[in-house]
Nanobody, 125 residues
Framework: QVRLVESGGGLVQAGGSLRLSCAAS????????MGWFRQAPGKEREFVAA????????YYADSVKARFTISRDNAMNTVYVQMNNLKPEDTAVYYC??????????????????WGQGTQVTVSS
């Protein structure tokens, strides 16, 4: 059974930082590309960042570029997103997802095979 478990969310002031983690089990983690998405109340789920199986290639939404950094540790079966200079508009539930096409940094949610339960990030102004 595949499980993706996010952690690291919380309440932070604008300009602050958080690091989210997503621990994976039940799959060959190093074969999957991984992504982070977020969903704010009343809005659709949106792409945040993705990383291919090796960690060499990454892709970011324009809204988080230069502020967020995605990385992965295949030995630990974990993907991270370091979020700096957080803004109130970053407030959302953040989800990690796994895509079996490990060589592609996929930006569309429907192409991901597995999802975590999400972790809340709240940025106060």
């Amino acid at each position: 059974q595949v499980r993706l478990v996010e952690s690291g969310g919380g309440l932070v002031q604008a300009g602050g930082s958080l690091r989210l983690s997503c621990a994976a089990s039940g799959l060959t983690f190093s074969s999957y590309s991984m992504g982070w998405f977020r969903q704010a109340p009343g809005k659709e789920r949106e792409f945040v960042a993705a990383v291919i199986w090796s960690g060499i290639s990454t892709y970011y939404a324009d809204s988080v570029k230069a502020r967020f950094t995605i990385s992965r540790d295949n030995a630990m079966n974990t993907v991270y997103v370091q979020m700096n200079n957080l803004k109130p508009e970053d407030t959302a539930v953040y989800y990690c997802a796994a895509n079996e096409l490990g060589g592609r940094a996929v930006t569309t949610a429907r192409n991901y095979n597995y999802w975590g339960q999400g972790t809340q990030v709240t940025v106060s102004s």
